[in-house]
């Protein structure tokens, strides 16, 4: 198995990439061990109870980038968190999830760096992925199909859309996941997820949808439309 380096991991928080300002990152995800022995057993026994997510993270201060963000979201329920395990191009592996940050915490001593430390807990499912769409977008396109697999009607698909900047006069921004039976695309595939129009504000969601889906290929599709538009975005799609 290929080792690997902590460096080209990302992070998008809300409506921001703290990438450039994070310098460590740490996912805890368990589940607590709910004890159900029973009279006759003569071993303690467990089985699996509700599950726990936090990510913590730390960096160095920065007031015109990430300091609002974090000190305004604290208490904040639901705010749209994903992060890059790899890298940050298109297909690599991805997590995302509400959360709800309960700490935000900058200081530091005379002479070291101006710095800050975020918990934040998970407010719902932390979902395993893969990045789908990234970068700067000024025309309608799509990313490639990736085979991410089926959806059992017991699971759903996950889409978060992280919209950093917007610029140009009137533009429009629509994101939208497709899934086909084969990575042709060819005319075939069928609107699994619509985020909400995006137009000159910034702003972050995460939506999903039910199984059952038979189809095992995807991919995410941006409609832009306006003069001179340019939109920075995130989408990470993942299936639980």
Do not use: C
């Not at 490639?144 to 429009?172: I, K």
Request: proline share 2%; charged share 10%; hydrophobic share 35%.
């Amino acid at each position: 198995m290929a080792q690997q380096i902590l460096k080209d991991q990302t992070l998008y928080f809300d409506t921001y990439e703290l990438t450039s300002t994070v310098n460590a990152m740490a996912l805890e995800y368990g589940v607590d061990a709910v004890d159900d022995t029973m009279f006759g057993d003569d071993t303690r026994s467990a089985i699996g109870g509700l599950k726990n997510v936090n990510v913590n993270f730390q960096g160095g201060v920065d007031y015109s980038a990430q300091s609002s963000v974090l000190f305004d979201k604290v208490g904040v329920q639901d705010t749209v968190l994903s992060f890059g395990a790899a890298g940050a191009t298109e297909g690599d592996r991805g997590y995302l999830m509400p959360v709800t940050t309960g700490l935000y915490e900058p200081g530091g001593n005379i002479g070291d760096l101006y710095s800050f430390t975020v918990n934040a807990q998970g407010s719902g499912n932390l979902v395993a992925g893969n990045i789908l769409g990234t970068g700067t977008k000024n025309n309608t396109g799509n990313s490639a199909g990736y085979q991410l697999g089926a959806v059992s009607a017991t699971q759903r698909v996950y889409g978060a859309l992280h919209v950093l900047s917007a610029s140009g006069t009137t533009p429009t921004l629509d994101v939208t996941l497709e899934s086909n039976a084969t990575g042709s695309f060819s005319g075939s595939q069928t609107t699994r997820l619509t985020f909400t129009q995006v137009t000159t504000s910034t702003s972050a969601e995460l939506i999903s949808s039910a199984g059952a889906i038979t189809d095992t290929w995807w991919r995410v599709v941006w409609t832009i439309g306006g003069t001179t538009p340019v939109y920075a975005i995130r989408v990470v799609i993942g299936i639980i």
